[in-house]
């Protein structure tokens, strides 16, 4: 899975890396820091990457998951 952050959509609501803190975080605006940036998601980080996206109210994440070409 990989989870990509939309810098035009992206207001500096912080509901993101609220919830996935080990996977986002902010920078000094209280934007996502990780906006414009496609990220590998761990495994084990995947639940994080998820509630991220649900949490986003402006539809700035994308969660992209992994295809057979990625195996
Ligand atoms: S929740 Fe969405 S709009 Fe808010 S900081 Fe995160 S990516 Fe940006």
Same mark, same amino acid.
């Given at each position: $899975? %990989? ?7 992206? $207001?500096? @609501?912080? %509901?993101?890396?609220? /919830? #996935? ?16 940036? !496609?990220?590998? /998601?761990?495994? @084990?980080? %995947? +639940?994080?990457? %998820?509630?991220?996206? +649900? #949490?986003?109210?402006?539809? #700035? ?5 992994? !295809?057979?070409?990625? #195996?």
């Amino acid at each position: $899975m %990989r989870i990509s952050i939309e810098p035009n959509r992206c $207001m500096g @609501h912080g %509901r993101c890396y609220a /919830v #996935a803190a080990d996977l986002l975080s902010d920078d000094e605006q209280g934007f996502v820091a990780e906006c414009g940036q !496609t990220l590998d /998601v761990p495994e @084990h980080l %995947r +639940d994080q990457a %998820r509630e991220a996206a +649900d #949490a986003c109210p402006e539809s #700035a994440i994308s969660l992209l998951e992994a !295809t057979a070409a990625d #195996a």
